[in-house]
């Protein structure tokens, strides 16, 4: 646990921010419908919602849950792969997820109209290009990265793998922005969720291709 150790303070403001959509509800409780839609089409209208009290407790604690399972493994099993830095960013990434998503969720409800399509692609997007990035400086985990079977047996395959997503995260990030700012004006719907789908298979494939392939030329080599 020396991870959360060496970085408790960011460990603790996370979790209270994690807190913020709740208390935030409460603040809003009588001004709140009964029902509250919790989930939107490509179109960006609403088709499905949960009870007042499912919206303002139950999806805030799950995320709550989330970070704290996820923190807390990263932590006990990969501290010297990934740094600290990289560490604060993936602690920060259910907190802002609850914060925004939630907001636009207690906005809509509160009748402002939302367009919650640019809202999710728009995060997406960001938080890819960010792990993006980082991806690179990831060594050997169990957690963050391509963890499949050639990456987690070689090294040099987990460390060239990890380049070549890193640029596919980025370009996925990318085409999500996009995509993001074409839903202000233009209702895509089935062709944006195809556009969002068909990228995420075609870049995941690409992942695992890559990896294989890096196997199948290098794994005779001495320093494989």
């Not at 963050?144 to 380049?163: A, D, M, P, Q, Y």
Request: glycine content about 6%; hydrophobic content about 55%.
């Amino acid at each position: 646990m020396r991870k959360i150790k060496d970085n408790l303070g960011t460990f603790i403001i996370t979790l209270v921010v994690l807190l913020f959509p709740m208390l935030a509800g409460m603040i809003l409780w009588n001004q709140l419908p009964n029902e509250i839609a919790t989930h939107w089409g490509p179109d960006g209208n609403p088709d499905g919602y949960s009870s007042r009290a499912v919206a303002v407790f139950a999806m805030p604690a799950f995320l709550l849950v989330l970070h704290l399972i996820g923190s807390l493994a990263i932590a006990k099993k990969d501290t010297n792969a990934i740094s600290d830095k990289l560490f604060c960013i993936l602690l920060w990434i259910c907190p802002v997820m609850s914060i925004v998503i939630t907001t636009f969720i207690y906005a809509t409800a509160l009748g402002y109209k939302v367009n919650m399509p640019f809202v999710v692609l728009m995060l997406l997007g960001i938080i890819y290009i960010v792990l993006g990035n980082y991806l690179p400086k990831a060594r050997q985990n169990h957690f963050f990265g391509v963890r499949i079977k050639w990456t987690l047996e070689s090294k040099k395959n987990c460390e060239h793998t990890n380049r070549f997503s890193a640029k596919m995260m980025v370009a996925l990030g990318l085409i999500y922005i996009l995509c993001a700012v074409l839903a202000i004006f233009i209702e895509m719907k089935t062709a944006l969720v195809v556009i969002v789908c068909g990228t995420l298979i075609g870049a995941v494939f690409a992942m695992i291709l890559y990896s294989y392939l890096y196997y199948l030329k290098h794994n005779q080599d001495k320093d494989y």
